[in-house]
Structure formats: C-alpha cells, structure tokens
C-alpha cells in the first residue's frame, strides 16, 4: 500500500543521484510525434537551455501536470526549449493525440523510442523533469511541478547556467555486467512490471486485464517448457523490492524473477510493451512474443528445439 501511494505522489523528490559527465545522451536517438521523424537533444538545444518532461497518457500525476506544463511553455517558450518527452512504454498513439489535444499543448512531443533517453537520464518515475542548461548539464531533475520547478526554469530564462547535478545512469562497465548472464545459453526472459495489473486498471483497463490474465498463467507456461531456463524481469520504474516481493506472492510465481537494474534490459531487448516474452540465445533473440490469447501454440513455439 505504501509503494502505492508513493507512486500516486509522483515519487515527490528531486532526484540529485551518478550522471555521466560525457554528455552522449544528447546524441540519443528519439522520434517526434506524429512524423516519426528523428531527432536528438543535441540538435535542437541551439543557445536555449531545454526543460524535459518524461510522461505517459496512462500515468495519472502526469496529467494532474499537464496545465502547469503548457502554462510554462506559453510563458518560457522563447527563451527555453520545452519538449514532452514520451516514455513509449504500452503507448498507444490516438492516446497521444487526445491528452495534445485536451490540455492544448503547444510544445514539441517527442517519443523516447527505445527508453534510451530514460536510462541515460536516471528516469525512475513518471512525471519526470529534468532541466538542462546551455552548455548541456543537467542542473535540476524532480517529479514534482511546483514552486521549486519553477523557480530553476525562471533562472535558466533568465540567462543563470547553474551548476551540473548528477543522475543515475548505467556506465559501460555496469551494463555489460547485467547483460552477460544473458549471452550464453537459451532463456526465456519474461518482461512485466509490479503495477501494471493494478496502476493501468482505470487508465488502460484492457492493457491491465492482459497483464493479470498473462502472470496468472505463467507458471502453468513454464511448467509445460521445462527445457528452457526461465526468468522474469520487472520494470524498475517506481518498484522496489518490496514491490517485487508483493508481486511475487501475489501470483505465486515459481520462476526467479529481478528487477531490471537501471532499466538496463528493457533498453536493450527494446521491451516497449509488457508483458512480453523473449526467446534468447547466446544474447540474440529467437522470439518475441505479446499475444499470449493461445497458450497451446504457444506451447509448441516454446518448446522446439
């Protein structure tokens, strides 16, 4: 209950965490909304400093935010780059479309296609701010949308760079730790997260009804492909292990299951939607999988040699 509430809260800290000094994310890939067209941070920061908003259509404090976002962008749009950054995690377009079009957002929207963004940026939770400065340094990250918020955006307006902050971000060491127990061998990596059976219930209903069919009938899945290595991965985003644990004994899951430290496996299997089921040898993947609606067949998929 009480990681529940929390994430109602929007997580409320400012988050001043481990950034790397290099300043490449600036260079990550990202798409805009409708065109699909690419774009970077680096390419648009121009002498402006830019404020980011990590959000979803189905994150809940993120539309709470939504008015005191489009008022900063009519009142700082000409002195700070301000772009909606969308997490693209169980997105669905025309759900874009319609928060555009109820709160009259005037921004830039743009999609972090793959999570790339997010990892780079320590990206915990949604709603999720982080300010930039023109010389490329984050100065100021919080889940909140408040005094304080404003106040940071008012002195990049007015021409103050701020010192460099720190986030959470995964070095290169880190990432190829995490990854390297899944370049050897078959293994069948289930991708869910704690919340999507209950936080997506009103915001995506059908989305959470999948969520509890799929994880309901998981251990009967397993238990008729004995001959793979399974193991479940939970998003990281507003979980901990408590959270897992409670996941865990809700459905009384018989295969191991972790959280993606620092989001690292979701970037890089691409997981952009959950549950899904990846099939993997020696790091590559043999399958994905989404559509769990014929367990039978997907019995016989699994369990070919």
């Known amino acids: 209950m009480l990681l529940r509430q929390i994430i109602v809260m929007c997580l409320a800290v400012v988050s001043f965490a481990t950034f790397a000094g290099d300043k490449a994310y600036q260079n990550i890939a990202l798409k805009t909304y409708l065109e699909q067209q690419q774009v970077t941070l680096g390419s648009v920061a ?109 002195m990049l307006a007015n021409g103050q760079e701020l010192t460099a902050q720190t986030t959470e971000a995964p070095s290169a060491a880190q990432t190829a730790k995490l990854l390297k127990p899944w370049e050897q061998g078959e293994h069948l990596l289930f991708f869910t997260a704690t919340w999507c059976d209950w936080y997506l219930a009103e915001s995506r209903p059908e989305m959470s009804k999948e ?30 292990d408590k959270a897992l644990e409670d996941f865990k004994q809700l459905y009384q899951t018989k295969i191991d299951f972790s959280i993606d430290e620092l989001g690292v496996l979701f970037n890089h299997f691409k997981i952009r939607n959950i549950p899904t089921l990846l099939w993997v040898k020696d790091g590559k993947v043999i399958q994905r999988i989404t559509d769990f609606s014929q367990p039978e067949q997907l019995v016989k998929q699994l369990s070919a040699q």
């Not at 251990?219 to 793979?228: C, E, I, M, S």
Request: with cysteine; hydrophobic share 40%.
């Open 211 to 240: 969520c509890i069919a799929v994880q309901k009938s998981l251990n009967n899945l397993a238990q008729k492909v004995p001959n793979k290595a399974w193991h479940g991965v939970v998003n990281h985003l507003w979980t901990d």
């Open 46 to 154: 121009g002498d402006k400093p830019i404020y980011l908003k990590f959000w979803a259509t189905w994150c809940q404090p993120c539309m709470e935010q939504m008015p005191h976002f489009e008022a900063l962008q009519k009142k700082y749009q000409d002195k700070i780059n301000i772009v909606a950054l969308n997490i693209n995690i169980n997105e669905e377009q025309p759900k874009i479309a319609d928060v555009i079009a109820r709160f009259g957002l005037t921004m830039p929207v743009w999609l972090d296609n793959e999570g790339e963004l997010g990892v780079a940026l320590g990206l915990v939770g949604t709603p999720y701010s982080v300010l930039i400065n023109r010389a490329g340094d984050v100065v100021y990250t919080s889940h909140e949308s408040d005094a304080n918020l404003d106040k940071f955006i008012d």
